[in-house]
């Protein structure tokens, strides 16, 4: 099973400002099969990326992928408000998936 | 619009069984794939398994394997999972979620695929 390290655990930041979220896999992944999704309290994760690169539908350009093999990074421009959550990491190249442990962006 | 909607919060003692059922709507059911993901209180996404609804084959993570069994009722365009031996470490928010990218082509790359819907969750408690 692919082991997905998300860094750092929790990032501070102010609303305007750009984040940059860390995700390492234990091994390459497959095709760049590696998603990333938001989850706020209470609610179900949401897609935002998929394919490392590609934007969800419906998915504003302030958020962007970027990565391969076994590096992979989301970037947060312009923090709104509604940002502040946390962040997941999955690969699905190979079954068995995994997730990542996730990282907290929370308002500083 | 595409939905799923899951079954209703449940409670269990320790060694028994939960069914938890999603049902799905507004899309062609046994076109994408349907993942279970579950999530303790505090604690991050875990993977349980998938299931191909048009084939029913179906895929877990090591640690589930034995325990969680995954079936669908194509009719009713109901995914269910249900997870034996329940311990306390079980209880959690449990997902359906479908698959983004349609069975023909994941099949062809042998691959799963990111999930683009879910379910609202359906909570299990395990408790004496």
């Known amino acids: 099973e692919i082991v997905l390290t998300q860094s750092p655990g929790t990032l501070s930041l102010s609303p305007g400002g750009g984040a940059s979220l860390s995700c390492r896999a234990s091994?390459?992944?497959?095709?760049?099969?590696l998603a990333w999704y938001q989850q706020r309290p209470g609610q179900p994760p949401r897609l935002l990326i998929y394919?490392?690169?590609t934007r969800a539908a419906g998915i504003p350009d302030r958020f962007s992928g970027s990565g391969s093999g076994t590096d992979f990074t989301l970037s947060i421009s312009r923090l709104e408000p509604e940002d502040f959550a946390v962040y997941y990491c999955?690969?699905?190249?190979?079954?068995?998936?995994?997730f990542g442990q996730g990282t907290r962006l929370e308002i500083k | 619009q595409v939905l799923l909607v899951q079954s209703g919060a449940e409670v269990k003692k320790p060694g028994a069984s939960v069914k938890v059922s999603c049902e799905a709507s507004?899309?062609?059911?046994?076109?994408?794939?349907i993942n279970w993901v579950r999530q303790a209180a505090g604690q991050g996404l875990e993977w349980m398994g998938w299931m191909n609804p048009k084939s029913g084959d179906t895929g877990s993570s090591l640690k589930f394997q034995g325990r969680v069994t995954m079936t669908r009722d194509t009719s009713t365009r109901t995914a269910y999972m249900e997870l034996s031996s329940l311990r306390s470490e079980d209880t959690a928010v449990y997902y359906c979620a479908r698959g983004l990218s349609p069975l023909w082509l994941t099949t062809a790359r042998g691959v799963r695929s990111a999930a683009d819907y879910w379910g609202q969750g359906t909570l299990v408690t395990v408790s004496s």
């Open positions: 507004g899309y062609t059911f046994t076109t994408y794939d």
């Open positions: 091994q390459a992944v497959s095709g760049n099969y």
């Open positions: 394919g490392a690169s």
């Open positions: 999955q690969q699905y190249g190979i079954s068995p998936c995994s």
